[in-house]
């Protein structure tokens, strides 16, 4: 996830070696489509997560939403996922991650990604420019690649997937781009559950992207999360399964967007 940790060279991190991450999620009893919230990503919305590896608490992540601003002639939201490991922890690996999407306020796409990652004593910065009227994204050492129409980035995809039908015990494709090429995500949308955090209880929907060009969770297993059944769709609760442990990301303070 943003507090990243790689699997064991060839450990296994088969879904079949993973199910418990789902044990108790409530698959659809006929088939459901729960409709579009287009006004689901509000301004002002901020999440402050506790992260655990295992059962160590390792620190902490933020998904943060800015007020409407203006971006090449378009209203846009800035997305912004960050995480920090504690002071326990970054004594055993250190984290400070920043991840920035500029996304088109109207449209739903992305024009501008940028990140800086350091995870132990691995440090990147990337940034990706989405230029729609040439249909590519400029890196920042100048390589391009092509794009389809309104694309979403790594971060992005997320925040989008929260305003779309979603279909129990079905999918939602759309295209997104990350690691120099685009494809089409597959978002998996798994049943229903009641989940309590330190923030509250709530009634979810569960998905679960199929990541194969990187994503704003870096990992190597698997990525589920828990969304509001309901007009916000706010991600309450995140698990990632990997060959080495597991890694949660609980929902601990919300302020709603306007």
């Known amino acids: 996830m943003l507090l990243a940790v790689s699997p064991a060279p060839g450990a296994d991190s088969s879904n ?26 509000r301004p002002g919305e901020s999440l402050k997560f506790s992260v655990n590896y295992g059962f160590i608490n390792a620190g902490a992540a933020y998904l943060e939403v800015s007020d409407v601003k203006e971006f090449q002639g378009r ?17 055993i690996y250190k984290v400070r991650n920043r991840i920035e999407s500029v996304w088109d306020s109207a449209g739903h796409y992305s024009l501008r990604y940028a990140e800086s990652r350091r995870e132990g004593k691995h440090r990147a ?26 694309v979403q980035d ?28 685009s494809v089409p995500l597959e978002v998996k949308v798994l049943g229903r559950e009641e989940v309590e955090t330190p923030a509250g209880k709530f009634h979810c929907v569960v998905i679960e992207p199929i990541l194969k060009a990187g994503g ?14 309901d007009n916000r769709r706010m991600p309450v609760l ?11 990301a609980t929902l601990v303070q919300a302020k709603s967007g306007v």
Not at 125 to 150: H, L, M, S, W
Not at 238 to 248: L, Q
């Open 125 to 150: 910065q990337n940034e990706i420019v989405f230029d729609y009227a040439k249909q590519e994204a400029r890196y920042q050492d100048g390589a391009t690649f092509p794009i389809p129409p309104e």
């Open 154 to 181: 790594a971060l992005s995809s997320f925040y989008f997937a929260r305003t779309q039908a979603l279909p129990l015990g079905g999918s939602l494709y759309f295209d997104y781009h990350a690691s120099r090429r």
């Open 16 to 41: 079949k070696s993973q199910d418990s991450i789902i044990a108790s999620v409530r698959p659809p009893s006929r088939p459901e489509t729960l409709p579009a919230v287009p006004a689901a990503v």
């Open 216 to 229: 704003i969770f870096k990992n190597s297993g698997r990525l589920v999360i828990w969304l509001t059944d």
């Open 75 to 91: 209203p846009v939201l800035n997305l912004v996922a960050r995480a920090e490991s504690n002071r326990f922890f970054s004594g």
């Open 238 to 248: 995140m698990k990632s399964k990997v060959a080495v442990g597991s890694i949660n």
